[in-house]
C-alpha cells in the first residue's frame, strides 16, 4: 500500500546534513574543473581542503543515519522508492 502522507516523514537534522553535502560537493566539483590546466601548489592545497570539507560533512550525514531512528524509519521507506537525493550526490563522488 503506498500511502503519499507515510512517505512526507523527513528528518530535519539529516535534511540540513545532506544539504552541506551537496553545497560541499558543489564547490569541490566546480574548483575541480576552474583549476584544471592550472595546476599549482596552491590549487592542490586548496582542491585538497574542499574535498576534506566534503567527506566530512558526507562522513557526518552517514553517522546521523546510522544512529537516527527517523532516518532508519526514512530509509525503509526511500527503497521503495528509486533515485533519492543521496543517490544523486553519490552519482557524483563516483562519477
Ligand atoms: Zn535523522
Known sequence: ????????????EYEGLLNESQVALTSWANERVEISGRRGRDQYIELRTLQLDFL????L?????????????ISTVEHVHAGTEEDKVQSLIYH
Open 61 to 73: 550525514l552517514q553517522n546521523h543515519k546510522r544512529d537516527c531512528e527517523v532516518c532508519q524509519v
Open 56 to 59: 566530512k560533512a558526507w562522513a
Open 1 to 12: 500500500m503506498r500511502n503519499p502522507s507515510s512517505v512526507s516523514v523527513v528528518c530535519v
